[in-house]
């Protein structure tokens, strides 16, 4: 977009002052080392640093505007307004022209599943002809073209730009997760969803929202406030019920029969599984290289989804069939063993527990689960978490996940509480690498050994220094060392 007035930009806004605001920009940023000469400045008051701060600096950058929530003693013009955040995410929309217009946009947000439901919509909008996008934990993909991801949903005006770069690009779907925290900071206010899916709730990021409620309220009102053609929701979950009672015209995905999009007759294995989809436009025999049951129901809400938005079943039964393995997600690391070994994303007491009972449910011999729980998170969870591991498993090995700045062995010992509150059997060892050679080295003929809690990342976080590490690299080179004894 070429050089334009502030005002327009910030007309879809709660401005508060608009003194100042006939001045033209030749782009916009909330990051005042990206300020360029003729940008505006959105000051964001963040968790750990507030924009207001960096304001004199993105003068000094060349910013000849700046948008604030408090007035601040620099010589530039200030429009204030309600919210920074909100004005940000709607001037970005506007800045790059919209372009959520211009796509086929679904978004999903829950506690769990959002990054596998994506991967399954992205597949499905494939089969139906659609040259895609992805934007979410794992990757940010712009057709081919892949991108690092630095956070779930990225902040307002990087969204925009991505979905502008979509566009330029040819891509005709994208799909996208919806974090809890994306909906409260407002990444999404100006995105205009095709669907959006809620997946289930539950306890995770209660440092961030400190109540469920709070963070149930949060994901509501991703369905109830913004720009959203079709609402999914999976019945199945409480928080689903729930959601489902307070909206209209929703679609209901789930096992349960009052679901309109159901599945019936499942059979699952180690490498996938099968059902009936049973919808309000027929049924069909599903075939899902993606094992655990709930893969299942990740399938159920793209599935309902897509069939909202006007996909064929036909197509969404093909879709599912060609699916991906998703990164860190259930992933098989395989040199030969007469065992299985699987490394999942499950880091929440509900995605643990889904997973152990994903595995048991496919195998007569043990499960061997590795996990521990971040730093600087959701204390709360990790006793929980323990009691989840403790209760599913045969043999649980307690050790580091990203301890950040916290002691590796203060939070293992939180974890312990629960594993000891159900009496389970247990060994604890801090170091990640040495907890996964333990758990192969432990593992017999028919075992299954499951690496919870990093999926597909490839880093450690500690106080000092993060270093590279990935559960996937680790489990093959012991499994290689131990078929070479």
């Not at 959002?114 to 139906?128: G, R, V």
């Not at 990757?139 to 949903?153: G, H, W, Y």
């Not at 599912?320 to 007491?349: I, N, W």
């Amino acid at each position: 977009m070429d050089e334009t007035i502030l005002s327009e930009l910030l007309s879809d806004s709660t401005v508060l002052n608009a003194s100042g605001a006939d001045v033209p920009v030749a782009g916009l940023s909330y990051r005042s080392d990206a300020i360029e000469q003729g940008f505006v400045f959105f000051c964001i008051p963040g968790l750990r640093a507030d924009g207001h701060d960096f304001a004199e600096d993105a003068r000094r950058r060349g910013a000849v505007a700046l948008v604030v929530q408090r007035s601040l003693d620099i010589p530039l013009p200030q429009i204030l307004v309600a919210d920074s955040r909100a004005a940000l995410a709607h001037a970005a929309a506007r800045w790059f022209g919209f372009p959520t217009r211009q796509l086929t946009v679904f978004g999903v947000t829950g506690t769990n599943g959002k990054t596998t439901t994506t991967y399954l919509m992205d597949s499905i909008l494939q089969a139906a002809g659609h040259r895609t996008g992805i934007v979410g934990t794992v990757e940010t993909r712009i057709a081919e073209r892949r991108l690092d991801s630095s956070r779930t949903t990225p902040e307002s005006a990087d969204l925009q730009a991505l979905f502008a770069e979509m566009v330029a690009s040819g891509v005709t779907a994208a799909s996208i997760e919806v974090s809890s925290h994306a909906i409260d900071l407002r990444r999404v206010d100006a995105v205009r969803f095709s669907a959006a899916a809620f997946t289930n709730l539950t306890q995770d990021h209660l440092d961030y929202h400190h109540t469920i409620e709070a963070y149930f309220q949060a994901k509501r009102r991703l369905f109830t406030e913004l720009d959203v053609a079709e609402r999914i929701i999976d019945i199945d979950d409480s928080y689903g019920q729930r959601l489902a009672r307070e909206l209209d015209g929703c679609t209901t995905v789930g096992r349960a029969e009052a679901a309109s999009v159901r599945a019936v007759q499942e059979f699952r294995t180690t490498s996938g599984a099968r059902f009936t989809l049973r919808t309000p436009v027929g049924e069909c025999v599903v075939d899902l290289p993606l094992p655990g049951a709930f893969n299942v129901s990740n399938a159920l809400v793209a599935a309902g989804s897509a069939l909202a938005m006007g996909v064929s079943l036909d197509l969404v039964v093909e879709g599912l069939k060609c699916a991906h393995q998703v990164p860190g997600r259930l992933e098989r690391v395989d040199e030969g063993q007469d065992f299985s070994v699987l490394v999942d994303y499950a880091h929440t007491p509900d995605s643990l527990e889904k997973a152990i009972a994903a595995v048991r449910d496919v195998t007569d011999g043990r499960v061997i689960v590795v996990f521990g729980c971040g730093g600087d998170r959701d204390h709360a969870k990790r006793r929980v978490m323990g009691a989840a591991a403790g209760r599913g498993a045969d043999l649980a090995i307690v050790t580091s996940d990203n301890p950040r700045s916290e002691d590796p062995m203060s939070i293992i010992a939180e974890v312990e509480r629960g594993l000891m509150e159900v009496d389970a059997r247990y060994v604890v060892e801090s170091d990640r690498a040495s907890a996964i050679e333990k758990a192969i080295g432990a593992a017999g003929t028919g075992d299954i050994v499951l690496i919870a809690g990093k999926g597909h990342e490839d880093y450690q976080i500690f106080a000092d220094q993060t270093i590279h590490f990935d559960d996937r690299e680790t489990a093959r080179l012991t499994l290689k060392s131990r078929s070479r004894c």
